[in-house]
């Protein structure tokens, strides 16, 4: 009976494999190909780059710590419902030979490699709120992610690439600190964007004369019951950019709306701007004198934000 059941559940897996058109597949309960998200990355060919690499993985949590590699081109994860990548380093914990992790340390997953997908895959920090602790960073240029969950609480999602353009669809993002942070051009459409806690959603260091930064566009602006006195952001670097696009703002957005990070040379050189806000967070008339109310949002489509050098178009992936 057990072997017709285990013959039952490989024939499921192959079907859903199919279904996805997926390589390889990652399935905690032993009956996929790997019960490591790690172990399927690294057995994926290097450089692969007549075709993409597609590994689905099953429901269940995978607490690992997952590099995605520069030579892992190509790469798409896709996730069933329930699967979560998770783990709990966070920047003050000390590593083997005593010494702090950092930020950049403390990250659950990481993306090196240019032209990762990731769908429906939830990337979680479970340290709590013990500062600095990362649930995915992402390095790589041209990553989508679709319909994916980022938990945690400070620095929950670091945009780390410089160059590097990344696209988020769809996606439930979470925290209380400077919670979108780095210096990546970043798309976030039809998002959620949750605080947990008194802070700021964003902290960008975009780079002096890169045309954008963040662009949230038709974005939902949320908080747990109580939360208050929530920046939209302040500038990590003194060129910070980012663009609020008919998002809907809740009560906990303050009317200031955006912060200088304690400098005021910094208002001479970001670049904060709004189009269409709604909602109770909205209030354009108390907004911050360096803020912009813009009168258009034409330049501010993720085909435009994100097209570069080489017209990369994520929207028809």
Known sequence: MKKLFLSFIAALVALTAAAVDADIVVAADGSGDFTSVQEAINSV?????????????RPGVYKEKIIIPPTK???????????????????S???????????????SFYVYAPDFIAENLTFENSAGRVGQAVAA???GDRAIFRRCRFLGNQDTLYTYGCPSRQYYEDCYIEGTVDFIFGKSTAVFNRCTIHSKGKGYLTAPATEQGAPFGYVFVDCDLTADPDVEGVYLSRPWRPYAQAAFIRCNMGGHILPAGWDNW????????????????????????ARVAYSRQLDNADAFTPALVLAGDDNWQPLEQ
Not at 81 to 86: I, K, N, Q, S
């Open 262 to 285: 304690g400098r005021e040379s910094n208002e001479a050189t970001v670049t904060y701007s709004e189009f269409d806000s709604r909602g109770d967070g909205a209030n354009p008339a």
């Open 137 to 139: 960073f992402v390095a």
């Open 93 to 107: 914990k000390l590593n083997r030979f005593g010494d702090e992790k950092s930020t950049s340390g403390s990250a």
């Open 73 to 91: 081109i190509n790469l798409s994860l896709i996730g069933e419902d329930g699967a979560v990548l998770t783990y709990d380093d966070y920047a």
């Open 45 to 57: 060919p290097d450089f692969r780059k007549k075709a993409r690499t597609v590994i689905l993985i």
